[in-house]
């Protein structure tokens, strides 16, 4: 290896690294302000100036610029060297304001720090300092302009990582500035990590602003509960205990702190880099939502009434073997929403499988397609991404099918982002597409909104030519047919069948959808990467949550009823208990009257949740749950990597850890020893479920990056962390397709359901998310709402004449016949009008001015 | 047997006519010194405002513990401190305060003080944490300069800022001599 000599040292070198890389690496101090390792370089701030000696000629370079060359002699600690930070830095602080006891960044500065060992003890500046308005960017964010010192590292990641174009510096000279574009409300799901990257305290963030310092609390290392992308997070909250500086209650006595202070990203490079997105960073506060439940409640004469764990536990104990005797375990079913963690999900399937001995359990949305089977299962041979995430970064050809990725899992954006820069052709098939998609995608085609199967089969069936393979079941309808239902045209599709292809769809996806891309894949030696829409759908897949599947990869012997089939028995009255694990059904399921319809036909419901809904009122039981900042537990994000979070605030009123319930439910049937540590019960996982034998406890590793440590700002992405992933067997079956040209919707307007980043069932429990959630709210094409003549409000009127009234918000990327409404309908009941696969029908008034 | 109670008796007539130290007290009280460190007080500025900026810098200092406080952010248009926040919530639990005067001295807007007020008796230990509003000096009150070495005997001659650079760099000495502690981030 070459070799250069630094502060008189012989040390080598890989051609291409920058003197900092080698002198971080080899324990040299270098400070910094605009280098951030995972930013494009700047050099704007000349703080880490070195001295450099080459071929006779000396002077001070930037070093985080300047690569390093055979025989250069580099010091780092002359006199002028230090003379010249101490320099460097008296100008930075020239403007800058001397507010550090208010400024939040206080105690985590790079300023204050490095100011603090290098540089000048006083100012020799005496005139008035310069001051720039305060600029709200976005309703989370705020920029203090005087405090910001221009080192460009917002705008890095803004630009470049992102590939969002609203933030940037203007201006020149004493009047250069950052900030939005003609103060407009930034448009990024990314916002947040420019707080983090800001070496100072420049721009602040809603949650944490003023509220704290860095050394009153205590981190824990917990994930994402929003997505199953599963993104690492540092929990910072202050806790009650001996050592805390807890609330002092009344008395003098320390009380506990249940307030989550703030979330920050946890790198890891195989998951989330060093970047989460705004809804994982900013809605925390859900936590402590008046809408907890806090007792378990049992109904008596139609009222609720508090009892202590081990009445309800008897209780529900005693009703459901009653049941099961009465009418067999085939009357016994569960539904969950896939939020909980792997521990929980597996002593639920425990529960309903092995204790009762139903196969009715199911966590999905209830297509009826679904009812086949498992999509991935069917040709694959095992439910799980055959790609990890990062596989994103090798395809050369990649392709996104019918995802509205910004909504639902936005940090797989900044991967795609990240692959299209490096070459690789990104191409998006979807009903419609939005400026958040056009960052990544290097061609978009959208296809008609009821053509999502069309579309994927034409896939299939280019494939299927290309590879000369017939492809039973679809020789009868010609591509031609397909490609017009579909409304897209062959070149287009000719162009994204590549051999090697990857493709991306999530789980809420038609069967035959999630059928054919997956068989394309494996026609093309490609890759899947299925996006789960519950947070930890893999999870609960894996631990046999499923009517078919026992674990990711093994068949049940028998199939039972997937959550379609389960609220069809209900209303036939098949179903006599129905047990609920974080979900309602009424409000998070399209087809609300059937779902209710079903609801009430149920003798015996039992619902474990967090917060009230609309299903609490009609069950027998309530159970309060721990949410995931409450518990330990792990969690397989959508790749299949198992990730532990840690419990980071003391659990809410009389909640209990999910697996804890149903593990006392079934240490009371069948009388087995109780587990009393979520340890056992991993460990029960790995040794039980086939794709985790090879996991090992503790799940978590980690290394150090070789950051100086007296830079706050790369404090956060020191410490790496690693998860094992679990391993699932690929046995490919053969895949036959029972196509139909079904019936299409041709009048009036559609109805479509949809996701939105910051309408989920924990935004709505929380205040801070309230500016960006969209609250009784309808999209449609602004050329639709001028032809109806509607301003802001409508009534929309169904098949039944029955109304509603909703706010109409323009969104120019919909097709014109569309209204798009949002998932879950807490707020409105629109889902009365949809069906089971998400569509409904229309008709459109404008609201009368009352 | 005389002896020891002659010299006995002897110390007490020599105080006989001395001045006396005893007060009686609560009837009397003794003048105590300007520098009393007893009750602290939250001050404000001559404007109104609190001079509180929520920096916790006290609280940190503070080595039993005894202060808590929550920041919060100030609206601009009707502030309570100067500049961006304030303290929503500033308690001080007396059953722990040592009055050691640590907080008086880390603090950087000259918030704190404390007083010669030292009846602190209270019935319960609930009446022992003081809030903000039981510290806050009404508006008007004259400041008491707790800067510029008025808790230390000498004035302090180098900048602060260069004298806690010492300290931290001895501090780093210190820590590299000890080695690194396990799982320390
Ligand atoms: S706001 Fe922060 S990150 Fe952005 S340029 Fe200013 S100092 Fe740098
Ligand atoms: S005087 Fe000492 S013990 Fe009392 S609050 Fe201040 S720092 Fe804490
Ligand atoms: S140190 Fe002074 S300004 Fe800071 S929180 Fe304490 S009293 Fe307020
Ligand atoms: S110029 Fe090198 S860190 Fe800014």
């Known amino acids: 290896m070459p070799k250069f000599i630094l502060n008189g040292k012989e040390v080598e070198f890989k051609p291409g690294e920058t003197i900092l890389q080698v002198a971080w690496r080899l324990g040299v101090k270098i400070p910094v302000f605009c280098y951030h390792p995972h930013l494009p370089v700047y050099a704007g701030c000349r703080m880490c100036l070195v001295e450099v000696e080459l071929r006779g000629r000396k002077g001070l370079l930037p070093s985080c610029a300047t690569q390093v060359a055979e025989g250069m002699v580099v010091n780092t600690e002359t006199d002028e060297v230090r003379q010249a930070r101490k320099s460097q830095l008296e100008f930075l602080l020239l403007n800058h304001p001397l507010e550090c006891p208010t400024c939040d960044a206080g105690g985590e500065c790079d300023l204050q720090n490095l100011t603090f060992f290098l540089g000048p003890a006083e100012s020799r500046y005496t005139f008035k300092k310069h001051e720039k308005e305060l600029v709200e960017a976005h309703p989370y964010l705020k920029l203090y302009p005087n405090r910001c010192i221009l080192c460009n590292r917002c705008v890095s990641f803004y630009q470049e990582i992102s590939a969002n174009d609203d933030w940037g510096m203007f201006g020149r000279g004493h009047n250069m500035r950052v900030g939005p574009y003609r103060d407009k409300i930034l448009d990024s799901e990314f916002s947040g990590n420019m707080i983090e990257v800001c070496p100072l305290g420049a721009i602040t963030g809603r949650d944490y602003r003023f509220k704290s310092r860095p050394w009153e609390h205590k981190v824990f290392n917990s994930i994402s509960p929003h997505d199953s992308i599963g993104a690492n997070i540092k929990v910072y909250a202050r806790v009650g205990g001996k050592y805390s500086r807890g609330y002092i209650i009344e008395g003098g006595v320390r009380g506990e702190n249940h307030e989550i202070l703030r979330v920050n990203m946890r790198p890891n490079y195989d998951v989330n880099d060093p970047w989460i997105d705004d809804r994982t960073r900013f809605i925390h506060s859900y936590v402590n939502s008046s809408e907890r439940i806090t007792e378990p409640l049992i109904k008596r004469e139609g009222e609720f009434k508090e009892v202590v764990w081990d009445e309800v536990i008897s209780h529900v104990s005693g009703k459901l073997a009653e049941i099961k005797e009465k009418y067999g375990s085939e009357a016994i079913a569960g539904i969950a929403g896939g939020r909980g963690s792997n521990e929980s999900a597996f002593f639920f399937a425990k529960l309903l499988k092995d204790t009762i001995g139903t196969k009715n359990v199911d966590f999905r949305i209830p297509r009826r397609d679904f009812e086949q089977g498992d999509p991935l299962y069917e040709v694959l041979g095992s439910s799980a991404s055959t790609a990890k995430l990062n596989d994103i970064y090798n395809a050369k050809n990649i392709v996104v099918f019918g995802t509205e990725i910004k909504e639902t899992h936005p940090l797989v954006g900044l991967k795609l982002v990240k692959a299209r820069k490096s070459g690789a052709r990104v191409y998006y098939l979807g009903k419609w597409s939005s400026k958040a998609e056009r960052r990544w995608a290097s061609r978009i085609y959208n296809y008609n909104i009821n053509g999502e199967v069309e579309a994927a089969l034409s896939i299939l069936k280019i494939a299927g030519l290309k590879k000369e393979i017939q492809i039973e079941g679809l020789d009868k309808v010609s591509l031609e047919t397909l490609l017009e239902l579909a409304g897209l045209e062959k070149e287009y599709i000719e162009e994204l069948v590549k051999e090697g292809s990857l493709f991306i769809f999530d789980d809420n996806l038609p069967y035959d959808v999630q059928k054919a891309l997956s068989y394309a894949s494996t026609l093309l030696d490609g890759k899947i990467l299925v996006l789960r829409n519950a947070p930890n759908g893999q999870g609960f897949i894996d631990m046999g949550v499923s009517p078919v599947l026992s674990n990711g990869q093994s068949l049940e012997a028998e199939k039972g009823l997937s959550t379609y089939g389960i609220l069809k028995a209900a209303r036939e009255g098949k179903i006599k208990a129905l047990l609920l694990y974080n979900i309602d059904p009424i409000v998070e399921f399209p087809a609300r009257d059937e779902v209710l319809e079903a609801i009430k036909s149920v003798d015996f419901i039992v619902v474990f949740d967090s917060f009230w809904s609309e299903v609490t009122g009609y069950a027998d039981v309530v159970m309060p749950l721990t949410l995931s900042f409450e518990e330990d537990g792990s969690y397989t994000n959508t790749e299949g990597r198992v990730q532990w979070a840690e419990k980071a605030i003391p659990v809410y009123g009389m909640a209990r850890e999910a697996w804890r319930i149903f593990a006392s439910i079934v240490g009371y049937i069948t009388g087995e020893n109780r587990v009393n540590d979520v340890k056992d019960v991993t460990e029960m996982i790995i040794n039980s479920i086939e794709p985790y034998k090879k996991l090992k406890f503790p799940l978590e590793s980690k290394f150090k990056e070789p950051y100086p440590d007296n830079i706050p700002s790369l404090h956060n992405i020191k410490t790496v962390y690693k998860y094992p992933t679990a391993e699932y067997k690929l046995r490919p079956r053969e895949v036959s397709f029972k196509y139909e040209t079904g019936e299409k919707i041709t009048d009036g307007y559609v109805l479509v359901m949809s996701y939105h980043l910051y309408k989920t069932v924990y935004t709505l429990r929380t205040e801070d998310a309230a500016p960006l959630v969209p609250l009784k709210v309808v999209e449609m094409n602004p050329l639709t709402i001028r032809q109806e003549g509607i301003e802001d409000e409508a009534i929309l009127i169904g098949p039944r004449n029955e109304e509603y009234e909703v706010k109409v918000m323009p969104n120019r990327n919909l097709p014109k016949g569309v209204v798009r409404v949002f998932y879950p309908f807490l707020d409105y009941d629109l889902n009365s009008l949809l069906d089971y696969n998400g569509f409904g029908h229309v008709r459109i008034a404008q609201a009368v001015r009352r | ?185």
């Open chain 2, 1 to 185: 047997m005389i002896g020891p109670l002659i010299k006995g008796l002897s110390i007490t007539f020599k105080y006989i006519f001395k001045k006396k130290f005893t007060v009686q007290y609560p009837e009397e009280r003794r003048e105590l010194p300007p520098r009393a460190k007893w009750l602290h007080i939250l001050q404000r500025h001559e404007d109104g405002t609190e001079r509180c900026v929520a920096c916790m810098l006290c609280a940190s200092a503070c080595p039993t513990e005894a202060i808590y406080i929550v920041g919060e952010e100030n609206d601009l248009n009707n502030p309570i401190s100067h500049g961006e926040r304030y303290a929503k919530v500033w308690d001080l639990d007396l059953g722990r305060c040592m009055f050691c005067g640590y907080c008086v001295e880390a603090c950087p807007e000259e918030a704190l003080a404390m007083t010669d007020e030292y009846e602190l008796a209270v019935p319960t230990k609930k009446d022992l944490v003081l809030h903000k509003e039981d510290l806050l000096v009404p508006p008007g009150t004259p400041p008491i300069h707790t800067w510029l070495g008025f808790y230390r005997e000498e004035p302090v001659e180098a900048s602060p800022v260069s004298r806690a650079r010492e300290l931290h760099i001895e501090f780093e000495e210190y820590l590299k001599r000890r080695g690194p502690k396990e799982d320390e981030i």
